[in-house]
């Protein structure tokens, strides 16, 4: 048998993680001079958190370093088990190459360690939608690397469409300009999504929330008839009357789909703010980055 892992920007809870048979090691989070653990809800207050984030607190967050990946690591190789690693796309954060680095270090001890670590070149509940979607072959009895090759050759088919109510924390974050950021003064929602090389990509502006809501419906949407898994994930980051306006609309199109809704972890959510709306689907394939 071997084990999946991954890491608490997948989003996915840790009870939900816990039922797939999944690890994960944690990012960390500090704000106002204090640390946090974002242990997937299992103690983090996230209620809290949302709070902070409306009065524009402004966390910053720390990626996964070489040490704690080899010691995450470490148990499952010494007692023979392989590991599956998922990772958040290394196009937003350096944990990936932490993990690769790490690998490095272990195999000078261990030579025979079985370490497969896949960069999903996606970020909360698309992330963690991959995760799903291996667990669920391995409990079905998929070999380790047959479930690895699946992921590979799907990954850049997992799509995301964002949209966030405020536009500072992606500009503080360095996701986007601030002459973008400008446009939030003026109601200008932007549409993002996640390239081949899982960077965000702002590919659209609309005017007002409804708008823009509906414009990650539609695109949601017109990406499912490509697919033939009709699943959704949706995140969100407060404001829970647009997540469920989400989801009624998804709902009147396409009424057979299923949705799994869950909160914004607090690492992505101190990038994104208040407010932020997130769909991840299977559809075509991705924009391919410039």
Same mark, same amino acid.
């Given at each position: 048998m071997y084990q999946i892992i991954t890491d608490s920007c997948c989003d996915l809870p840790a009870k939900r993680l816990a039922e797939?048979?999944? %690890? *994960?090691?944690?990012?960390?989070?500090e704000l106002d001079g204090k640390e946090y653990i974002d242990d997937?809800?299992? %103690?983090f207050d +996230?209620?809290?958190?949302?709070?902070?984030l409306k009065e524009n607190a402004q966390p910053t967050t720390s990626q996964i370093n070489?040490?704690?990946?080899?010691?995450?690591?470490?148990?499952?190789?010494?007692?023979?088990?392989?590991?599956? *690693?998922?990772?958040?796309?290394?196009g937003m954060s350096g944990s990936f190459q932490s993990a690769v680095? +790490?690998?490095?270090i272990l195999k000078e001890d261990y030579p025979q360690a079985e370490i497969l670590l896949i960069d999903t070149k996606s970020a909360s509940l698309g992330e963690g939608f991959l995760v799903a979607e291996a667990a669920k072959r391995q409990q079905e009895g998929w070999p380790l690397y047959e479930v690895s090759q699946w992921v590979e050759e799907h990954k850049l088919s997992l799509d995301s469409w964002v949209t966030v109510d405020d536009l500072r924390h992606l500009e503080r974050g360095g996701r986007i300009s601030k002459t973008a950021a400008i446009g939030g003064l003026l109601n200008v929602k932007p549409i993002i999504t996640v390239d081949t090389e899982?960077?965000?990509?702002? =590919?659209?502006?609309?005017?007002?929330?409804?708008?823009?809501? %509906?414009k990650i419906v539609d695109k949601t949407v017109a990406n499912l008839r490509e697919s033939q898994i009709e699943i959704v994930y949706l995140a969100n980051s407060g404001d829970d009357e647009a997540a469920e306006k989400v989801i009624r609309l998804l709902k009147e199109q396409v009424p057979t789909? +299923? =949705? *799994?809704? *869950?909160?914004?972890g607090p690492t992505i959510a101190s990038h994104t703010g208040y407010g932020c709306l997130a769909l991840f689907s299977f559809g075509k394939m991705r924009l391919i980055s410039k």
């Open positions: 797939l048979g999944v %690890q *994960y090691i944690s990012m960390t989070i997937m809800g299992e %103690q +996230a209620t809290w958190f949302l709070e902070k070489v040490g704690r990946y080899v010691e995450f690591f470490r148990p499952y190789v010494e007692s023979h088990t392989p590991i599956l *690693y998922l990772g958040f796309s290394s680095q +790490a690998v490095a899982g960077k965000l990509k702002n =590919i659209d502006k609309v005017r007002g929330r409804n708008k823009s809501i %509906q789909l +299923a =949705i *799994y809704h *869950y909160p914004l």
